[in-house]
């Protein structure tokens, strides 16, 4: 599903995390970041804006440490074989692989992996989810080393950012 | 005199050259490999496994719970329970080496750190230690002492997550239960030596807390990775890439807070080395009572290296002049044990021994015409970049500061190229490295001069716990008779104690410094425009760690990275020897009960190869067609497109 939502007025009394996940310097690849810069300085009153990519038993231990959060939204860049520049934002259901992959995503995570699934599964399979998880997905199209986007990506980066914001909304 | 392989001699007052007389002294013939998947060998082994049914190639591939790409390559035989043949596959390119040729040598710090995301602050820490000799600058006492404290609290880190995240799962109920229930029986009734110490009653109840993610040992192990990380962050900024880390010394101030945030969660892991120690005492105990061949598994020669690590503050001038004097000073010696026995602790001769071969990796031979040599391989280098050291001791053209490395990506062949992991040796033959070769070196090291907390015996360590929540205990590891899986874990249980206890002993020094206004934690340098060699020879939570460095006109010229997983994952070597995992799971009996085949999972080889907590970025992996252990499949070790062969 590909969102236009044009809302940009925060709502209030949600208390929302919106964070990036992925590399840095890896061209398409690096959304997740980008975003949580740009939408840095919209961050106020309930809303949270943080670079969540790190590894994710590091991220689910941070969470059990604050207040429970009324929905996480997600952003990153995800290969998933579709057109270049496909926006897929959707909410997560939640459901989870069976033990033995759980188990090895945590020991990708444990061991340097930061990938948007990886952030999923294990900060649910510990319960540091909170049952509103929505996420944003950008396809992209160049992840080699280094800054900037494809032009396919750069196209669309504004429409990421309203989409990501637009979860901000009850 | 350490060297039985290479043509290195000593005088009487201890100097090395080259023996006499000898034309081209580091010349070597190569041996064939004959692999049963060869061309030839292939023929044999389809008749093998058409004869005899029990005979099958099993391929790990990935290799799960590791960080990053390896696979492993196995023909086994059921019937015999014998693995026939192994092929331990890297299967990533890391190319660090590439990236850093033309830079700014300070960036190596940062740039060397992405090498690893489980222990990225060692790599920056070596790469200091190189920028350090080259650059003629060594840190203040205190700057000295803060990167002991980060070392020891990544190791922190590191160790409880292989004991209980990635080793571990391969001891828990569910393992145990699907692969020997006859042992499983035994556990629920088997009482732990060590309650008072773990809690646990029964190895039942022992094996079930190590369930991945619902035990309780699993989880608390999790928590305490974040308890070293939080303190590494109060000096080291962030983790696993510290960004305070700079030629002499450290960016970042520290004081008396900082401190003392560090020294609340060090004491955490009083009690928690004690605990884990009892753990892995128990359990090696039960499965040597079970069954004696558990001894066996993942056997190989007690050959070991070790660079030691954790300077003293008072000691360390960076210098290579002074390497053996500040390198026996550390908490952690150098050593290089050879059958079980020190047989040199002089960071020159550990630097001297090394070479890195790449018969069987993809890479180019540089010493050829095609590399960058202009000899003709095998040895047969003409004229080395280095032929000595700095202090005239002899270098092979295959030593690190001569090395170049040239990537060549082909095809897999067993019998010709089948690994991006080179295959290093110390005086040609192959080592393993791990915190248990720390503990070995240390254990029979002479004149250790930190023996506040650990006092060596030269056949065992002892560590004085201090009190915590638990009773003050001393600890005490011993050098093993029997070297294998077992006792690999159970080193790396007794080094969160040793570790624990260096990271105290080095707090307490800190807080003296600072008490009397010894707050300097870093030396002003310039980088030089001149022609400069260094090295770092440090250490990861896995073990041995250099960094190499040639630099002229203020850029890096050369650059070498030598890692534990490198020495250990490696293939074979010019005479067909075995890298350590291969040698490892070669001398593995298959314990594990399975009726049929098809049922075979592979426990007792996934035992052997966890056991040196490798950490590639890049892996070895075990899979069968409709059972692929890990979603990371780089590409199959079999290197053959048919099935008939089992994927883990």
């Known amino acids: 599903m590909t969102t236009t939502t044009t809302i940009t007025e925060p709502a209030v009394g949600l208390r929302v995390l919106v964070g990036g996940v992925g590399y840095r310097f890896l061209r398409d690849g690096s959304v997740g970041g980008w975003v949580t810069d740009e939408?840095?300085?919209?961050?106020?009153?309930?809303?949270?804006?943080?670079?969540?990519?790190?590894?994710?038993?590091?991220?689910?231990?941070?969470?059990?440490?604050?207040?429970p959060y009324d929905r996480i939204v997600l952003v990153a860049s995800m290969a998933r074989g579709r057109p270049p520049g496909t926006i897929t934002s959707y909410r997560w259901d939640g459901v989870l692989p069976p033990v033995e992959k759980i188990q090895d995503r945590v020991s990708e995570a444990v061991t340097g992996v930061i990938e948007l699934d990886n952030t999923l599964i294990v900060c649910a399979a510990f319960g540091s989810l909170p049952a509103d998880v929505r996420v944003v997905e950008v396809e992209p199209e160049d992840e080699g080393w280094g800054e900037g986007f494809s032009d396919t990506v750069t196209a669309v980066l504004p429409k990421v950012l309203e989409t990501v914001w637009s979860f901000t909304r009850p | 005199m350490c060297f039985k392989n290479l043509p290195i001699q000593f005088d009487e007052q201890g100097n090395a050259s080259l023996i006499d007389g000898a034309p081209n002294p580091w010349a070597y013939e190569t041996r064939e490999l004959m692999p049963l998947e060869d061309p030839a060998g292939q023929d044999k082994l389809k008749k093998l496994m058409a004869r005899n049914g029990h005979i099958r190639r099993v391929d790990f591939d990935p290799v799960t719970r590791v960080a990053g790409a390896l696979a492993f390559h196995t023909v086994v035989d059921l019937e015999n329970r014998k693995v026939l043949e192994t092929d331990s596959m890297a299967t990533l390119f890391r190319g660090y080496e590439v990236i850093l040729k033309g830079r700014d040598p300070r960036d190596a710090i940062y740039i060397s750190s992405r090498a690893c995301g489980v222990c990225g602050g060692v790599h920056s820490v070596t790469s200091a230690l190189a920028l350090e000799m080259a650059f003629g600058v060594a840190p203040p006492p205190l700057g000295i002492v803060a990167r002991n404290l980060l070392s020891s609290l990544e190791y922190l880190y590191d160790h409880p997550l292989h004991l209980f995240l990635l080793a571990g799962p391969d001891y828990s109920e569910p393992a145990v239960r699907a692969?020997?229930?006859?042992?499983?029986?035994?556990?629920?009734?088997?009482?732990?030596?060590?309650?008072?110490?773990?809690?646990?009653?029964?190895?039942?109840?022992?094996?079930?807390?190590?369930?991945?993610?619902?035990?309780?040992?699993?989880?608390?192990?999790?928590?305490?990775?974040?308890?070293?990380?939080?303190?590494?962050?109060?000096?080291?900024?962030?983790?696993?890439?510290?960004?305070?880390?700079?030629?002499?010394?450290?960016?970042?101030?520290?004081?008396?807070?900082?401190?003392?945030?560090?020294?609340?969660?060090?004491?955490?892991?009083?009690?928690?080395?004690?605990?884990?120690?009892?753990?892995?005492?128990?359990?090696?105990?039960?499965?040597?009572?079970?069954?004696p061949q558990y001894r066996e598994v993942g056997r190989r020669p007690k050959n070991m290296i070790e660079t030691?690590?954790?300077?003293?503050?008072?000691?360390?001038?960076?210098?290579?002049?002074?390497?053996?004097?500040?390198?026996?000073?550390?908490?952690?010696?150098?050593?290089?044990?050879?059958?079980?026995?020190?047989?040199?602790?002089?960071?020159?001769?550990?630097?001297?021994?090394?070479?890195?071969?790449?018969?069987?990796?993809?890479?180019?031979?540089?010493?050829?015409?095609?590399?960058?040599?202009?000899?003709?391989?095998?040895?047969?280098?003409?004229?080395?970049?280095?032929?000595?050291?700095?202090l005239g001791n002899p270098l092979s053209p295959y030593h690190p500061w001569n090395k170049e490395t040239i990537p060549k990506a082909q095809g897999t062949n067993w019998k010709e190229k089948y690994s991006w992991s080179t295959a290093p040796r110390w005086d040609r033959m192959a080592m393993e490295t791990g915190p248990y070769s720390r503990l070995w070196a240390c254990a029979k090291s002479e004149n250790y001069g930190h023996s506040r907390f650990i006092d060596p015996t030269g056949d065992s360590l002892r560590l004085d716990i201090p009190r915590a929540a638990l009773p003050a205990a001393e600890l005490e590891w011993h050098v093993p008779e029997d070297w294998g899986a077992f006792e690999r874990n159970r080193g790396r249980a007794y080094s969160i104690a040793y570790t624990a206890m260096i990271a105290y002993d080095n707090l307490l020094i800190a807080l003296d410094m600072?008490?009397?206004?010894?707050?300097?934690?870093?030396?002003?340098?310039?980088?030089?425009?001149?022609?400069?060699?260094?090295?770092?020879?440090?250490?990861?939570?896995?073990?041995?760690?250099?960094?190499?460095?040639?630099?002229?006109?203020?850029?890096?010229?050369?650059?070498?990275?030598?890692?534990?997983?490198?020495?250990?994952?490696?293939?074979?070597?010019?005479?067909?020897?075995?890298?350590?995992?291969?040698?490892?799971?070669?001398?593995?009996?298959?314990?594990?009960?399975?009726?049929?085949?098809?049922?075979?999972?592979?426990?007792?080889?996934?035992?052997?190869?966890?056991?040196?907590?490798?950490?590639?970025?890049?892996?070895t992996h075990i899979h069968t067609d409709d059972r692929v252990i890990t979603r990371e499949v780089v590409t199959c070790a079999c290197g053959a497109d048919d099935d008939d062969h089992d994927h883990h």
């Open chain 1, 39 to 67: 939408l840095m300085e919209r961050a106020g009153g309930d809303i949270e804006v943080e670079d969540l990519s790190y590894h994710p038993v590091g991220l689910h231990q941070n969470l059990e440490d604050r207040a």
């Open chain 2, 179 to 291: 692969t020997n229930p006859e042992l499983w029986s035994r556990a629920e009734s088997a009482r732990c030596a060590n309650t008072a110490v773990h809690g646990f009653g029964t190895m039942a109840e022992l094996m079930t807390a190590m369930t991945p993610l619902t035990g309780k040992l699993y989880a608390e192990a999790l928590h305490m990775t974040r308890v070293a990380r939080e303190a590494y962050v109060l000096i080291g900024g962030k983790y696993p890439h510290p960004q305070t880390i700079v030629p002499g010394g450290l960016s970042a101030s520290i004081d008396l807070s900082d401190l003392n945030e560090i020294g609340l969660r060090i004491g955490k892991f009083f009690d928690y080395g004690q605990k884990v120690v009892g753990i892995w005492d128990d359990l090696c105990d039960f499965f040597y009572e079970a069954n």
């Open chain 2, 308 to 390: 030691g690590q954790w300077d003293d503050p008072y000691a360390y001038d960076a210098s290579y002049e002074n390497v053996d004097d500040w390198g026996r000073k550390r908490w952690a010696p150098p050593g290089v044990i050879v059958d079980g026995e020190l047989v040199t602790t002089s960071m020159t001769q550990l630097n001297m021994g090394l070479e890195e071969f790449v018969e069987h990796s993809f890479y180019e031979d540089w010493t050829k015409p095609n590399g960058n040599g202009n000899g003709n391989g095998n040895g047969n280098h003409g004229n080395s970049r280095f032929p000595t050291d700095a």
């Open chain 2, 514 to 619: 600072v008490r009397n206004g010894e707050t300097k934690v870093s030396t002003p340098y310039e980088v030089p425009k001149d022609f400069r060699v260094g090295a770092g020879f440090w250490g990861a939570g896995r073990g041995f760690l250099t960094h190499h460095i040639v630099m002229d006109e203020g850029v890096i010229e050369n650059y070498q990275i030598l890692t534990p997983s490198t020495w250990m994952a490696s293939p074979k070597d010019p005479w067909g020897n075995p890298g350590p995992y291969e040698e490892a799971v070669l001398d593995t009996p298959l314990l594990e009960n399975f009726e049929k085949p098809e049922d075979f999972k592979g426990i007792d080889v996934l035992r052997a190869i966890r056991s040196f907590d490798p950490c590639m970025p890049c892996t």
